[in-house]
């Protein structure tokens, strides 16, 4: 084989692999609707917290499940100086919307800070998914019951 041909067929190659790894990069999307909320207390001593949560989703575009990851950060101080800083986060692997393999496309949304929620503790979040290659679109919610387990239900859109 000539040298012409040995590079065109490695250029081949070489593109077929970096096409099937942009393909494999794709599988994994973060969600665009990031939200975040903050608090602020007052401890004994004259001691100030603040305490900032923010949660995002993952989203397997091809299984259509999701991860909910979560990051905190919490700040003591006096009137002085900073006393302690502590972080915290995890990524947590939720369900599947759709039995089926398939591409799916998804977005995420928090409900406001716990205190509009006290009732129900810290309030909920929704998913919706959909299968692009058809039209079929699901909701789920789900809901902190106070009781110590999450309820979730999901609800497939019918289209008129």
């Known amino acids: 084989m000539d040298k012409v041909s040995k590079a ?5 190659l070489g593109g077929m692999m970096l096409a099937g790894s942009a393909h494999a ?12 909320a903050c608090s602020r207390g007052l401890s004994p001593g004259k001691l100030n917290t603040a305490t900032c949560r923010s949660y995002a989703y993952v989203f397997n575009t091809r299984t259509s499940e999701y991860f909910r990851c979560t990051a905190s950060l919490a700040l003591t ?4 100086e900073i006393l302690s800083v502590q ?10 919307i759709f039995d089926q393999d398939s591409n799916y496309s998804f977005e995420a949304t928090e409900t406001e800070p716990p205190n509009t929620n006290s009732f129900f503790g810290q309030g909920g ?7 692009t290659t058809t039209q079929k679109v699901r ?3 789900t809901i902190a019951s106070g009781l110590g387990s999450d309820v979730s239900k999901c609800i497939d859109m019918k289209f008129e």
């Open 25 to 36: 990069e794709d599988q994994f999307k973060l969600g665009n609707n990031q939200r975040i």
């Open 125 to 131: 979040y929704a998913i919706w998914a959909s299968d």
């Open 87 to 96: 972080t915290d986060g995890n990524c947590v692997k939720k369900p599947r």
């Open 77 to 80: 101080r006096n009137n002085k």
């Open 139 to 141: 909701g789920c919610i």
């Open 8 to 12: 065109a067929i490695w250029l081949a």
